[in-house]
């Protein structure tokens, strides 16, 4: 079965660092750019940027840039999104997500994670 | 960077009745436009891409069409299982920006 499993939920304080993982399974795991999406309470989607795990290339959005660091593992099929100093704002649900390609190019994101829930409170 | 604008934020169907989304962006993304489903407390799904072709597993009410900067996405018989928040993204030139959603109501 094709699938990305993410971590746990965190409860961090602001100021402290942060990394999330999203493990990839049942497929080629370097063939496939992985994607990051926020979803804040109540919120739309915000797509953050995604890495190309064979390399490690990656590109972000002008919006999350310098904020956020994208990495991947390709030893262990793993991709990480991380955080230096947290926000209060940064509290959101954070998706990964697979993007897809077909015979004509890239379909979008076809299999997503379950998310992981980050908190920041003092 | 490509803003994507949905309308209208909140459309109200009937059982059986049709519903049709609008997704605009503000440059041409060609047909690298995808549309998802997203319900309450679970991750959001992918319906359609290439701005008109079923992923896997979507039934056949679900339709799309456009190119350019002007999409639509029509369900054509909703069921109960329909009513949740739809998604507009595009992903041309390396970037994947999202709509800010409709919910689908009854």
């Known amino acids: 079965e094709v699938q990305v499993v993410q971590s746990g939920a965190e409860v961090k304080k602001p100021g402290e660092s942060l990394k999330i993982s999203c493990k990839g399974s049942g497929y080629y795991f370097t063939k496939f750019w992985i994607g990051w999406v926020r979803q804040k309470p109540g919120k739309g989607l915000e797509w953050m940027g995604m890495i190309y795990p064979a390399d490690s290339d990656s590109r972000y959005s002008p919006s999350f840039q310098g904020h956020v660091t994208m990495s991947a593992d390709k030893s262990i099929t793993t991709a990480y999104l991380q955080w230096s100093s947290l926000k209060a704002s940064d509290t959101a649900m954070y998706y990964c997500a697979r993007r897809g390609y077909d015979t004509d190019g890239p379909v979008g994101f076809d299999v997503w994670g379950q998310g992981t829930m980050v908190t920041v409170s003092s | 960077e490509i803003l994507m604008t949905q309308s209208p934020p909140t459309v109200s169907v009937s059982p059986g009745e049709r519903a049709t989304l609008s997704c605009r962006a503000s440059?041409?993304?060609?047909?690298?436009l995808a549309w998802y489903q997203q319900k309450p407390g679970q991750a959001p799904r992918l319906l359609i891409y290439?701005?008109?072709t079923r992923a896997t597993g979507i039934p056949a009410r679900f339709s799309a069409s456009g190119s350019g900067t002007e999409f639509t996405l029509t369900i054509s018989s909703l069921q109960s299982e329909d009513y949740a928040v739809y998604y507009c993204q595009q992903y041309d030139n390396w970037s994947g920006t999202f709509g800010q959603g409709t919910k689908v109501e009854i």
């Open positions: 290439g701005a008109s």
């Open positions: 440059e041409s993304v060609s047909t690298n």
